[in-house]
């Protein structure tokens, strides 16, 4: 071989080597927050956190409580906070759990359909799917950090435990684009894989991280986008690739990923309204501040201020306060841009995004938002999934003492929502749909402040646009409300307006334009 030859070898490789590089980490460097804790080392507010949720689960001065009502993920929760405090009588406690759990996994081969946890205790018939991910990842958490407290034969089945789940969540393979599992799914798979030398494990974990990674890379957005409650999962996943994984490239793309999903859930935040802007593809509730938002207790972790902390009340319907569990095991990194804005409101801004998304209708959906610090509103186009945590277009104000007023367009396939610096445009999605619905809160209104063409409300005036005949307004059951769809019980009560559609509409023409006047 010539010395040319090897010449133009070795640059070829460099380049090669180069690109990698570059793919690994093409965005620009940021300061990062960095921090780690020990439950000595919790601040007050912090350890308040998470001293609530082991109440929740185990109440001062009871016994710990196993029964067919018990919650799988936040008994399984308490086992890993309970390793952590290490307070008298905590690991034996947390082992209790632990043999617990070991007794809830379904273990038929036969229907490929294994390793799959109850998710409430014994009185449950149904196995949850991704009830493999949540209790796997935790079981991996005491596994890596506490097994040399584990009697020898809970240990030995906990090693078996993780090898059928692992293998149960391979027949599954959920698709790289259902974010919150895929994520926890992949880092389980190379984990146990490396840990037990299991090959088939390791590489099926590094294939699926890879294609989350790649996917993200192709718009700078998740597909289960700007949702409260799923990027809180998210960013536990990514937790997990960043301490325990074994893999190098698993931690640095997790730092990317990361680093990249702080920034643009800051760009959403406004810090005045203590919430993220809409639309929300997934989300239980729609203010952060009344509804358990996994995100919201990351925010809050961070932030460390219980005056502008996103933590809410008891009264949320779909409560998630487990997750601090996992914030305080492996620790926050984010950039220092992206705390600035939770602390802090900076600037207004008109946002726009493109997300890949398998959900029914366009294939990449549309995302426009518009921020100024007493109001913001966000719109989704190209979505016709019905779902009740789907919100097609949101619009939160400040109302008065404090309170947080709101409006919301569901998921119900019929729209298309977009928004500009000044409106909200509602679009008709579906030819055949005949009615749609906007709800509505602001405490204290009634129906009658819902004129046809101006609503008048606390702190907040919207001018309303339309030719459609006004069919109802009403005030939503106290049920609905309850519903994980709106997700909490602090609101008395939700004005629901229903609009006509009439038949053969120009889809090109707005089917309403809500215009704010704060």
Known sequence: MTKKIIFYLIICIFLSFSKDIK????????????????????????????????????????????????GTRGIMRLACALF????????????????WI???????????????????????????????EFIGTDLISIYHKYKQKLPEDVRKEMEVCLIRTVKGAL????????NNISIMSSFMMEYVGTEFNIPEFKNAGLVKAKAIYNNFLKYN???EYNSPTYYGVDFVGLALWRELSFSSEMKAMSKVLE?????DVATFYNANLQNISGPYLRAYGIDMKKSHAILGTWIAMAIDNPQIATI???????????????????????????????????????????TSNYYEGDRLKKVTAYIQKDWMMGGLWGNRKVSHILKTGTMHWKAENGDTGWLF??????????????????????????????????????????????????????GIKTDLNLLKTEILSQAMINSEGVGSKDYPFVINVIYEIPVNWNIENPLVEITPKK
């Open 23 to 70: 793919a690994t980490n093409p965005f620009k460097k940021e300061e990062m927050f960095s921090q780690k804790y020990t439950y000595k080392t919790l601040s007050p507010y912090q350890k308040q956190l998470f001293d609530d949720f082991v109440e929740e689960q185990m109440p001062k001065g009871s016994a710990l409580k196993l029964d067919e009502n018990t």
């Open 84 to 99: 952590y405090r290490n307070k008298a009588g905590d690991v034996e406690n947390a082992v209790k759990i632990i043999k």
């Open 102 to 132: 070991f007794t809830l996994q379904n273990l038929d081969e036969k229907s490929k359909d294994y390793a799959v946890w109850r998710g409430n205790g014994k009185s449950s018939e149904n196995y949850d799917q991704n009830m493999r």
């Open 171 to 178: 027949m599954r393979n959920v698709n790289p684009d259902y």
């Open 221 to 223: 957005t998740l597909c």
């Open 259 to 263: 680093k990249e999903l702080w920034l």
């Open 312 to 354: 809410p009340g008891k009264n949320g319907v779909h409560s998630e306060l487990e997750f601090i569990v996992p914030i305080v095991e492996m620790g926050i990194f984010m950039p220092m841009q992206a705390l600035a804005q939770f602390k802090k409101f900076d600037a207004p801004r008109f946002i726009t995004r493109t």
């Open 409 to 462: 367009v569901p998921g119900e396939g019929k729209t298309n929502v977009k928004v500009d610096e000044t409106r909200m445009k509602i679009y008709l999605a579906d030819t055949l749909a005949k009615t749609f619905q906007i709800y509505v809160y602001s405490k204290n209104i009634k129906p009658e402040n819902l004129k046809e063409t101006v609503w008048k409300l606390p702190n907040m005036s919207l």
